[in-house]
């Protein structure tokens, strides 16, 4: 028992003595710890003492906002903002801070960093507290807050140098003496307004204005009153103008006017005129009165040039025309050309329906052998009545129709109608004769030719030996090898064929001679200078002999006198198409005709 006793006692000083011993350990670790804990305090202290007095002495504005208000600015931020004190910015927002024009923007890069802990880099502009705007480059990075996200920013001002750039610009894009854009800025809009005319499919106006005698007003008031009156009539032209309107001066006394925004070319006429008007008035310089006018030329997008380069050419070139034409006036760029564009127009519109309102004709013109005078055929010729402007040549509106696609219809409907008339003729008791019919180049490359002429005898009836179809040098020539197609299957449908205009193309000899053509047609141009050139009648005389060559039959077109028919004669010319035996002449006329089979004993040179 007493053992028992002393167990517990000895086991019992023990633990006293392990509870002591670990009392002092945790005493010792907790002093140690606190040691640590108070040198790092002291450390971050330091730090952030360090940091505050950075971030206080930074020349750029500093400013932290946390939980949408700003918790700190420092001192760079308060002169910035133009603040009394650096607490007057607490409790606002950054966006706040923003330029009004910058406020969405702010907010929305503010919201990102927030979002994806990022930084943001870039210029903006700020609204001081005196509510002037100002250029600023701004940094922005999002940091962790008191456990909040909050963002950092440094800003300074730029806008000194924003200033500086932006009067750099103005003196590079601006004439100092009349503050009007100059020449690099006009260029830069007129390429800006080209882009745009040609995707949005408008046309705009450009205008060349120059001043009338400034070089003598220049020369005997001196420059002083010469810069006066530039800056005067630079006014007097702007007020007339809108905002979307431009007014250059590219040189001494020249201006250029971009009007972009009108709706139609006479409505940039009559604000060119406003601005002509405004030019126009009577100054005093040294007790002299002068009336001072000025001359303009106008050029229009795309018709009179599709770059600035051009257009500027053109205006120029119109403007001098102006001049030429007595000063204190305006002048279209080539109005001939401007007026043929409009005929034009007009045409394609009238002929769309020229073929339902009946205005189409045939006239017909005799090809007649030279040395019996017999008519060996004729030409069928289509002929246009416009209601307004009279009798149209085919050389005006065929393009036309090519141009527009309606050479097809039209195409269809001079075959049907030549074919037609010749089964008629016939029928009439007329000795039957063969009709040629031109086609053009766009029928020849269209699908279904055949088919067509094919369809046109059945439907008239006429025997295809008495059809002929002209096609001319340069249309053959184009794809020879098509053409070779072309034309044997039109042969398989038994009609004959000829090369028209020959001598204006370019011949692949080769390809003459395959082609089974019956007749080759001298152009009426090599007829025209028989008489007199001797190089023309060379040409004739070989291209004679090389078709004699090829087995083909040589008709002359345009033949007028006798002394050209002789010659022709002379060289071997089988037959005439000309005036000299015949005109084109209506159906009933050359009926008449026909009805004799045979040309006049006068006419007839070789009989
Ligand atoms: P082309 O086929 O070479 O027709 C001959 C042209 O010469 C005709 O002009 C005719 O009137 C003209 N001519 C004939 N003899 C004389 C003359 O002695 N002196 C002068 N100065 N001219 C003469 P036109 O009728 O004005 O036709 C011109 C061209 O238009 C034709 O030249 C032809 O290429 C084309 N053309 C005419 N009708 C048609 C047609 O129905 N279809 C197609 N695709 N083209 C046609
Ligand atoms: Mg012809
Ligand atoms: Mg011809």
């Excluded at 001066?249 to 409505?267: A, H, P, Q, Y």
């Excluded at 106008?298 to 070139?317: E, F, I, K, N």
């Excluded at 050359?590 to 007839?604: H, V």
Aim: net charge negative; proline share 2%; glycine share 6%.
């Amino acid at each position: 028992m007493a053992e028992d006793i002393e167990f517990y006692k000895r086991r019992l000083a023990r633990e006293r003595n392990a509870r002591k011993q670990a009392e002092a350990l945790i005493e010792q670790k907790s002093l140690e710890l606190f040691y640590q804990a108070q040198e790092r305090e002291l450390a971050l202290r330091e730090s952030e003492e360090r940091y505050r007095l950075l971030v206080e002495s930074s020349p750029d504005a500093i400013l932290v906002e946390s939980d949408g208000r700003i918790v700190f600015a420092n001192a760079a931020a308060q002169h910035l903002f133009h603040a009394d004190s650096a607490d007057v910015l607490l409790n606002r927002t950054m966006t706040e801070l923003a330029a009004p024009a910058c406020q969405a923007q702010v907010a929305t890069a503010i919201h990102e960093l927030k979002r994806d802990g990022s930084s943001r880099a870039g210029e903006e502009q700020a609204l001081r507290l005196d509510g002037k705007i100002i250029d600023i480059t701004v940094t922005r990075l999002s940091f962790q807050y008191r456990g909040n996200r909050a963002v950092h920013m440094v800003a300074r001002d730029i806008s000194e140098r924003k200033e500086l750039e932006t009067r750099l610009h103005y003196q590079a894009t601006h004439d100092t003496l009349t503050g009007l854009p100059n020449r690099n800025l006009l260029v830069d809009r007129l390429d800006l307004a080209i882009a745009e005319a040609r995707r949005e499919n408008r046309r705009f106006m450009v205008s060349f204005i120059d001043l009338d005698r400034f070089k003598w007003i220049n020369d005997s008031f001196g420059h002083n009153a010469g810069d006066a009156l530039l800056q005067s009539v630079a006014s007097g032209m702007s007020a007339c103008l809108r905002e979307s309107d431009l007014l250059a001066r590219i040189g001494g006394d020249e201006f250029v006017l971009l009007l972009c925004n009108t709706s139609s070319e006479d409505e940039s006429v009559s604000v060119l005129r406003r601005v002509m008007a405004a030019v126009n008035h009577r100054v005093t310089i040294d007790g002299h009165v002068i009336v001072v006018t000025c001359s303009a030329g106008c050029s229009v997008y795309p018709d009179d040039g599709d770059t600035a380069d051009a257009l500027l050419r053109s205006s120029d070139a119109a403007m001098y025309r102006a001049k030429e034409a007595g000063r204190n006036t305006m002048q279209l760029y080539n109005p001939d050309l401007r007026s043929r564009f409009n005929e034009r127009v007009k045409l394609q519109t009238d002929l769309r329906y020229a073929l339902e309102r009946d205005e189409l004709d045939l006239h017909y013109q005799l090809q007649v052998e030279i040395h019996s005078g017999s008519i060996k055929g004729v030409e069928a010729l289509l002929r246009w009545k416009h209601p307004e402007l009279g009798n149209i040549a085919p050389s005006r509106f065929i393009p036309i129709a090519e141009e527009s696609g309606l050479i097809q219809s039209i195409g269809e409907w001079v075959l049907r109608r030549a074919c037609a008339q010749n089964k008629s003729w016939q029928l009439a008791g007329i000795p039957p004769i063969r009709i040629s019919v031109n086609l053009s180049a766009k029928q020849v490359n269209r699908q279904g030719l055949e088919s067509q002429v094919a369809q046109c005898l059945a439907a008239t009836q006429l025997d295809p030996a008495w059809l002929e179809l002209e096609l001319t040098e340069s249309a053959s020539m184009d794809d020879p090898d098509k053409t070779l197609t072309l034309m044997h299957s039109l042969r398989k449908l038994g009609v004959a064929l000829s090369i028209d205009d020959f001598g204006t193309g370019y011949s692949n000899m080769q390809y003459l001679r395959l082609f089974p053509v019956e007749k080759l047609k001298i152009d009426g141009s090599f007829v025209k200078g028989i008489v007199h050139d001797t190089g023309c009648r060379a040409i004739v005389d070989a291209m004679i002999s090389l078709a004699h060559r090829l087995g083909l039959t040589v008709v002359a077109e345009m033949a007028e006198t006798a002394n050209q028919v002789s010659i022709l004669a002379a060289c071997g010319c089988d037959q005439i198409q000309g005036n000299f035996y015949s005109k084109p002449i209506p159906a009933d006329q050359c009926a008449e005709l026909l009805s004799a089979g045979r040309m006049s004993e006068l006419n007839s040179l070789g009989a």
